[in-house]
T-cell receptor, first 118, second 111 residues
Framework: DTGVSQDPRHKITKRGQNVTFRCDPI?????LYWYRQTLGQGPEFLTY????????KSRLLSDRFSAERPKGSFSTLEIQRTEQGDSAMYLC????????????????FGQGTRLTVV | AQSVTQLGSHVSVSEGALVLLRCNYS??????LFWYVQYPNQGLQLLLK??????LVKGINGFEAEFKKSETSFHLTKPSAHMSDAAEYFC?????????FGAGTRLTVKP
């Protein structure tokens, strides 16, 4: 397994267009996270999945954003009607629960998708 | 609720000097704590983690961190900075089901 992969690495789009990003997690990981990172900031939590269930969504995730993980494996993040403020690095991470506990032992990150809205 | 505060958005040290990056957390339950490093145009890489075992945790590249419950802190240290340590460092907390990050500290190492 080569780790978490994200596609594309870079995306330039015109304002108002829709974009979709894909994340392939480490195969045995049941948790998958999406974060957004802007310049000079830490990763901001957007949403996470446990298997195919989306368990939490940040208030940052407006109704223009939607994420899916249909079979509990790869995930997609779609942004509709993109705005210039959506320009950021979108990071995906995966993890597994620590035994019988609820906490993650660590999250493994992909290289991210850098979105530029012009 | 859980949160992380990193004191100092920029830290500059001379090569060979002590590195100290500060992290304080807030959590209603015993947390797991992490330090990640990010090099330009790359994803985040785990440096070290605290998962309720030893309070002094050693990580990669000579870094270590100490969990202090009384101070709700998890500061990152390295005895002697190297030029290759220049990067962005993020502290993260995992209390319930998801992981939250601090705003990051950019470490600059001067020759």
């Amino acid at each position: 397994d080569t780790g978490v992969s994200q596609d594309p690495r870079h995306k330039i789009t015109k304002r108002g267009q829709n974009v979709t990003f894909r994340c392939d997690p480490i195969s045995e990981h049941n948790r998958l996270y999406w974060y957004r990172q802007t310049l000079g900031q830490g990763p901001e939590f957007l949403t996470y999945f446990q298997n195919e269930a989306q368990l939490e969504k940040s208030r940052l995730l407006s109704d223009r954003f939607s994420a899916e993980r249909p079979k509990g494996s790869f995930s997609t993040l779609e942004i509709q009607r993109t705005e210039q403020g959506d320009s950021a690095m979108y990071l995906c991470a995966s993890s597994s629960k620590s035994g019988t506990g609820e906490k993650d032992t660590e999250a493994f990150f992909g290289q991210g998708t850098r979105l530029t809205v012009v | 609720a859980q949160s992380v505060t990193q004191l100092g958005s920029h830290v500059s040290v001379s090569e060979g000097a002590l590195v100290l990056l500060r992290c304080n957390y807030s959590s209603s339950v015993p947390p797991y704590l992490f330090w990640y490093v990010q090099y330009p145009n790359q994803g985040l890489q785990l440096l070290l983690k605290y998962t309720s075992a030893a309070t002094l945790v050693k990580g990669i590249n000579g870094f270590e961190a100490e969990f202090k419950k009384s101070e709700t802190s998890f500061h990152l240290t390295k005895p002697s900075a190297h030029m290759s340590d220049a990067a962005e460092y993020f502290c993260a907390v995992n209390s319930w089901n998801d992981m939250r990050f601090g705003a990051g500290t950019r470490l600059t190492v001067k020759p």
